[in-house]
DNA sequence: AATAAGATTAAGAATCATTCTCAAAAGGAG
DNA sequence: CTCCTTTTGAGAATGATTCTTAATCTTATT
């Protein structure tokens, strides 16, 4: 466990859910100026790998890294991106009898409450 | 509707399901040769926003372009990126009632039967 | 504490799918 | 046929991530 591992780490474990491995870079240099954002990619597929953390792949965006190791799924608005957890409430169990394999990630599309809102705004259905 | 775009359609509706657009692009040129490949994603997005196919975001590996335009999920491989169809079968509706917003898509990670016997294999679990 | 062997780092180059740029060609309306 | 708009082709630009390499840090062994 290397001293920029720890910090990095702890970025992750101190910052929003689901960063990005540039937010975690910009947190990591803040504690530990000099890191390399080589250093950060590397140390997360390490962390990825050794079940510390776990990768979000999100296509057209970079990825997210979720500190969260319990199962459960993913909403992401195509809208603007953001990614929200979702509780799995059996929704594996159900796919994985459907389909007779082990569901290993989940990925939901649906629009944000803000990007909906935004959305009826620019069609003049709510007023500004 | 230009000679180009034709070519690329009928390049995705004769080839396998779930092209890359490199994939389309060569499909493409076989027929007619000199189709620049920005041609082929230019034409792949307008084809995309007009409803006639539709666009698969796949992490780290490049977008599929899906023929089908019925809703359905999809399985992903995240050995070998195979991509398959899966019917929705009231999950989308599921799903909706649970989070309150419309599914737009549904990404479904679980290893194919093929890299599942592959990993039998290196164990040695199975005769080769 | 000295040293050798191995792992890890920092910095920037390389990669790869995709988008952008823009001059040239094609298409369409009259 | 001619003007005007759209689309093309070729390659440059982009952006997240990985790779490369020499230098630095660890660690075990003495």
């Known amino acids: 466990?290397?001293?920029?591992?720890?910090?990095?780490?702890?970025?992750?474990l101190t910052g929003p859910a689901h960063m990005t491995?540039?937010?975690?870079?910009?947190?990591?240099?803040?504690?530990?100026?000099?890191?390399?954002?080589?250093?950060v990619y590397r140390?997360?597929?390490?962390?990825e790998r050794d079940g510390q953390v776990r990768r979000i792949g999100v296509a057209h965006a970079p990825d997210r890294y979720d500190r969260t190791l319990s199962p459960h799924a993913h909403i992401l608005c195509p809208c603007c991106g953001a990614l929200e957890d979702c509780p799995m409430?059996?929704?594996?169990?159900?796919?994985?009898?459907?389909?007779?394999?082990?569901?290993?990630?989940?990925?939901i599309q649906a629009v944000c409450g803000a990007c909906r809102t935004e959305r009826a705004k620019e069609r003049g259905e709510i007023e500004t």
């Open 89 to 107: 409430d059996g929704l594996d169990a159900w796919i994985q009898t459907r389909i007779g394999r082990l569901v290993l990630a989940l990925q």
């Open 43 to 47: 140390n997360l597929s390490l962390m």
């Open 21 to 39: 491995a540039e937010e975690i870079y910009e947190s990591a240099r803040a504690r530990m100026p000099g890191v390399a954002r080589a250093t």
């Open 1 to 12: 466990m290397t001293r920029q591992r720890q910090t990095i780490y702890e970025a992750i």
